[in-house]
């Protein structure tokens, strides 16, 4: 297992954690403001959200390499099925390759994919994975020929219903396995793998080349808002150091990712002193 209590360049910061993904929240950083506080800190990497992006892709990547810092990730895809999915499959397929070409034009290591919820009327998490799974595969040649990485994000199942039928690292697993494409990855993000006994076994069975990303914050034990509620490393009650124990068991060695939704805490503090405390709590907590 890495030691990152005296280097944590390992680190990549979400700006997601600046409250950056949600509108009206956050201290409305400019990308160019975010960069430069990440590199004079010596984090290693950024992941953007695309409300962030805008037509600056190219721009911002290599602004964000010119600083010394990689480009993590792009969040996300639009939600493929589900209540919150565009409206038809091919207004949903218009904004998935969107968001392909936009992580491609960024230099993204990957596209981080929220699957959706239930198909309104099924019933179903089976129907509704069938669906994804068409959706992906069929986007996944295009995806491998601009180089980009789609990295499915199984979510807790809390988000069942809205955002994400894929609820468990063994699901995506599988589903990886059933397209059986190198463009697809999965993404393990502490927040929603933190309760799930079989992580370690399912990890092995993923292997390093199909991890795409890490992402650390924290469960509370007294979580008011499932989604605008994550703690920051070592407040709440997850394991850390023994989920990243599993994920490099199983070869992974790639950037470790903070990604805070906290519009009632970190949000409202100055994002100086939150990547401060993230520098510091990765040192030593995570
Ligand atoms: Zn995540």
């Known amino acids: 297992m890495r030691d990152f209590t005296g280097d944590h360049s390992a680190l990549a910061l979400n700006t997601a954690t600046l409250g950056h993904n949600v509108d009206g929240h956050g201290a409305g950083w400019s990308p160019e403001q975010v960069i430069d506080a990440c590199a004079q800190r010596g984090y290693g990497a950024i992941t953007y959200w695309r409300r962030e992006i805008g037509k600056r892709a190219v721009e911002i990547g290599e602004r964000t390499r010119a600083a010394g810092l990689a480009v993590s990730g792009l969040c996300r895809s639009p939600f493929l099925v589900g209540p919150l999915a565009p409206p038809t499959r091919s207004a ?3 904004d998935f390759r ?3 070409s936009m992580a491609s034009d960024l230099g993204a290591s990957c596209l981080t994919i929220c699957v959706g919820g239930i198909v309104p009327g099924s019933h179903s998490m ?3 994975l069938k669906q994804v799974r068409e959706i992906v595969a069929g986007v996944a040649e295009e995806a491998q020929s601009a180089n980009v990485k789609l990295a499915l994000e199984p979510l807790h199942p809390a988000y069942g219903g809205n955002r994400s039928c894929l609820v468990t690292v063994r699901d995506a697993v599988d589903m ?3 397209i059986e494409h190198p463009a697809l990855t999965v993404a393990i993000d502490v927040y929603h793998v933190w309760w799930d ?3 370690g076994q399912e990890l092995l069975r993923l292997g390093a080349d199909r991890i795409a990303g890490y992402h650390l914050c924290d469960w509370l034990a007294n979580t008011q808002d499932v989604l605008l ?3 920051m490393m070592g407040d709440g009650v997850a394991d850390l150091k023994s989920i990243r124990a599993a994920v490099e068991s199983a070869g992974y060695e790639g950037y470790c990712e903070v990604e805070i939704f906290s519009a009632l805490n970190w949000w409202k503090r100055d994002p ?3 990547l401060d405390i993230c520098v510091e709590r990765f040192r030593s907590v995570c």
């Open 272 to 274: 100086n002193e939150v």
């Open 229 to 231: 509620d994550r703690g």
């Open 126 to 128: 089976t129907e509704s």
């Open 98 to 100: 969107a968001s392909i």
């Open 197 to 199: 006994m079989t992580l």
């Open 92 to 94: 949903v397929l218009d």
């Open 176 to 178: 990886c396995e059933q």
